[in-house]
Structures are given as structure tokens and as C-alpha cells.
T-cell receptor, first 118, second 112 residues
């Protein structure tokens, strides 16, 4: 099946620094990618929808200036956590769908990126 | 809004035991329902799905039936293996939506 890869899988940073997480679709093109956040023992919460060539659509309560999303190509979306603080520590997961399959195609997920802010 | 409620874990079973992980949902209309599995160190993978009432999704010995009357989509397997140890997520997607709504996940550990 299609593969979505995230990098890095684990990152530790100091408070106040910015961290970039990459999400790549390896064998298909994705006009839309989704970024989720997962807290321990809680469900995945959709943060934003990343659209290739245009601005991301953020869910209510998600700070767009805090979580910068860039979808520069059909195979790459990046999430930058700016001025990270300990409360931003979490597991971030991206997902993508082959654009050829339309909005009802299967979603493929990355392996997730664990961010720890000291 | 839409929501998915899953049986809390962790669940620990012996090999060859019967597995049930409960999942109920709240949504308007007729959403599609999914079970995803996340093995250690890997991303979520689609395990099975059902798109309308009374549909049964099945894969790798796992089954789940879309029950509209009870708004449920319980995951079952007759005989679990050690290799089934993973986190299982129930999810739904309304017809008009592009994204999924997830349950909180259930950690399953199968002991030899």
C-alpha cells in the first residue's frame, strides 16, 4: 500500500525554539494532507488540513501562528511548531490520500513524530 | 458534533483468546466506520471498514459489523495471536467530510 513517512520520529528541543516536522507521501501525490495531534491515552485530534499551493485550514482552537503548515509540493507538507513550550509536547501524526482517489479514498498515515519540549 | 467512544484499555489476553473491543459513535446521517491498527513504531494502518448499516468489515481474522440501531462497530477476533499486539483505533467519517474522527485508541497486548 501507499506509504507516508514522517521525519523526525522523535525530537527533543529547548523551550522557545522552533521545530519542523516533515510529512512525505512516498509513492503517490497528495493535494491534501492532514495533521493530527495525540495526547497520551486520548484520541487523535485534527489540527489542520494542509492544501498544496494554498493556505492550510485550521481547526477551531488551533493557533495558526503557533503551528505553521506549508504544503509546498504534492508530496511534502511540513509542520513547524514555533517558540515551542512544554505544553506543546505531544505526538504529531500526518495522513494523506492519493489525489487520484478523490475524497473517499483510503487515508494513509505516517508513523508519527514525538516532540518533547524541555 | 461527531464523536467516537472506545473501550478503555489496556487489554491483555492470552494467545488464542477471543477479543472484543467496543466502539460506539455519535454522528448525524450515515457515516462510514473504520478500524485502524498501529503496531509499535509504525503509522496507523486501515484494518477494516464498513460504509453502510449491517455491512460487515473483515480482514486478518478481525471482524466488525455496522449496527445503526445501537450506533456501534465492535471489533472482534476469534483467536488472537501475539502479533496482534498493537493499538486499535475506531474512527468515523461523515459522507460530507474529508477527515476522520477518532476514538481514543485501545492498547492490546497478547501474551504467549
Amino acid at each position: 500500500g501507499a506509504v507516508v513517512s514522517q521525519h523526525p520520529s522523535w525530537v527533543i528541543c529547548k523551550s522557545g525554539t522552533s521545530v519542523k516536522i516533515e510529512c512525505r507521501s512516498l509513492d503517490f501525490q497528495a493535494t491534501t494532507m492532514f495533521w493530527y495531534r495525540q495526547f497520551p491515552k486520548q484520541s487523535l485530534m485534527l489540527m489542520a488540513t494542509s492544501n498544496e499551493g494554498s493556505k492550510a485550514t485550521y481547526e477551531q482552537g488551533v493557533e495558526k501562528d503557533k503551528f505553521l503548515i506549508n504544503h509546498a509540493s504534492l508530496t511534502l507538507s511540513t509542520l513547524t511548531v514555533t517558540s515551542a513550550h512544554p505544553e506543546d509536547s505531544s505526538f504529531y501524526i500526518c495522513s494523506a490520500r492519493d489525489f487520484k482517489e478523490g475524497n473517499t479514498g483510503e487515508l494513509f498515515f505516517g508513523e508519527g513524530s514525538r516532540l518533547t519540549v524541555l | 458534533g461527531d464523536s467516537v467512544t472506545q473501550m478503555e484499555g489496556p487489554v491483555t489476553l492470552s494467545e488464542e483468546a477471543f477479543l472484543t473491543i467496543n466502539c460506539t459513535y455519535t454522528a448525524t446521517g450515515y457515516p462510514s466506520l473504520f478500524w485502524y491498527v498501529q503496531y509499535p513504531g509504525e503509522g496507523l494502518q486501515l484494518l477494516l471498514k464498513a460504509t453502510k448499516a449491517d455491512d460487515k468489515g473483515s480482514n486478518k481474522g478481525f471482524e466488525a459489523t455496522y449496527r445503526k440501531e445501537t450506533t456501534s462497530f465492535h471489533l472482534e477476533k476469534g483467536s488472537v495471536q501475539v502479533s496482534d499486539s498493537a493499538v486499535y483505533f475506531c474512527a468515523l467519517r461523515r459522507t460530507s467530510a474529508r477527515q476522520l474522527t477518532f476514538g481514543s485508541g485501545t492498547q492490546l497486548t497478547v501474551l504467549p
